[in-house]
């Protein structure tokens, strides 16, 4: 029987990627940035289907986050941020993409640089 661990995992909630992100945003759940990444990802494909289609065509990528602090926040860079300075892991640009998740106001949050 799975059980929630109670410190990384609360509960468990079936809900669309949409919904995740919007319960998210309005503070009601947390997502730790590799779920938000995902979810935002899954937000490309309008049914299961087309996630699947996907999948099978494309190569995923490992990402391997860098951390970064500055004065007034701290996040993760991905690998095709153009700040990212782990050179065996950097990728091309992806103009329009998230490229960080940095924490803002007690939530994780997207940025595109």
Known sequence: ???HDRME?????????ASALAEHRAGRIVLMPP??????ELLAFSCTEHLLA?????????????AFR???SFGIRLPH??????NAWKQQPRPGETTRIVMQ??????LSI
């Open 35 to 40: 779920t938000l990444k995902t979810i935002e």
């Open 9 to 17: 995992l609360t509960e468990s909630r079936w809900m669309t990627p």
């Open 81 to 86: 941020d153009p700040e990212y300075t782990l």
């Open 70 to 72: 500055t004065a007034d």
């Open 54 to 66: 996907a999948a099978r065509s494309q190569w995923i990528y490992t990402i391997y986050a860098e």
């Open 105 to 110: 106001d007690g939530i994780w949050k997207t």
């Open 1 to 3: 029987v799975a059980v």
